[in-house]
């Protein structure tokens, strides 16, 4: 079946530092994918909108400058948390739309912890 | 108001046990709703759609009910397999961003 792959899966930084995480659509084409973050023990929260070609749409109270979205292919959507905090430390789920099927494949993950 | 609110329990049940979990939702116009199944530190796994006649795929039920706003899964003869988190999943009449209860965990103890 259809999957979607991260990268990292884990990755441990410094306060300050950016980190890029890269969401790919593996075997079907995502002119959509959705950015998630998860803290412990709470839901997952959508935090912004990836589409292909254009700019993402951010959900209420996620800061547009601080989590960039690049949605530069059909297959590759990046995020990445600048000048990140350890209150950015948290669980970051994408998703992508396979829409031949209408389903939304997620992504396994990256734990970002920042110290 | 949340888009979409669960009871996060814990349930603990033993094997055997039949469980229902529920979820409310706050859109009355949205379109699509799922149950996805979370595993520690793991992403979501989609357990099942929930279709309007409601839906049923082996041990697992699920329902939905658009007056009152509400879907319901019902897991029949637990398994200890079946220890996980829940969630609940709702896509509003546009898009096809996902809005996640906080999610039901489950134990189900021998």
């Known amino acids: 079946g259809a999957v979607v792959s991260q990268h990292p899966s884990r990755v441990i930084c410094k306060s300050g530092t950016s980190v890029k995480i890269e969401c790919r659509s593996l075997?079907?084409?995502?002119?959509?994918m959705f950015w998630y973050r998860q803290f412990p023990k709470q839901s997952l929260m959508l935090m912004a909108t990836s589409n292909e070609g254009s700019k993402a749409t951010y959900e209420q109270g996620v800061e547009k400058d601080k989590f960039l979205i690049n949605h530069a292919s059909l297959t590759l959507s990046t995020l990445t948390v600048t000048s990140a905090h350890p209150e950015d430390s948290s669980f970051y789920i994408c998703s992508a739309t396979d829409y031949t099927t209408d389903t939304q494949y997620f992504g396994p993950g990256t734990r970002l912890t920042v110290l | 108001r949340k888009e979409v609110e669960q009871d996060p329990g814990p349930f603990n049940v033993p094997e055997g046990a039949t469980v229902a979990f529920n979820c409310t939702y706050s859109n009355s116009a949205s379109q699509s709703f799922f149950w996805y199944r979370q595993d520690c530190r793991k992403e979501p796994k989609l357990l099942m759609s929930?279709?309007?006649s409601g839906n049923e795929d082996g041990r697992f039920t699920a329902q939905l009910n658009r007056a009152s706003q509400y879907i319901s899964l019902l897991i029949r003869d637990s398994k200890l397999s079946d220890s996980a988190t829940y969630l609940c999943?709702?896509?509003?009449?546009?898009?096809?961003?996902?809005?996640f209860g906080t999610g039901t965990s489950l134990t189900v103890i021998p």
């Open positions: 929930v279709y309007s």
């Open positions: 999943v709702v896509t509003p009449n546009t898009g096809n961003q996902f809005y």
């Open positions: 075997d079907f084409q995502a002119t959509t």
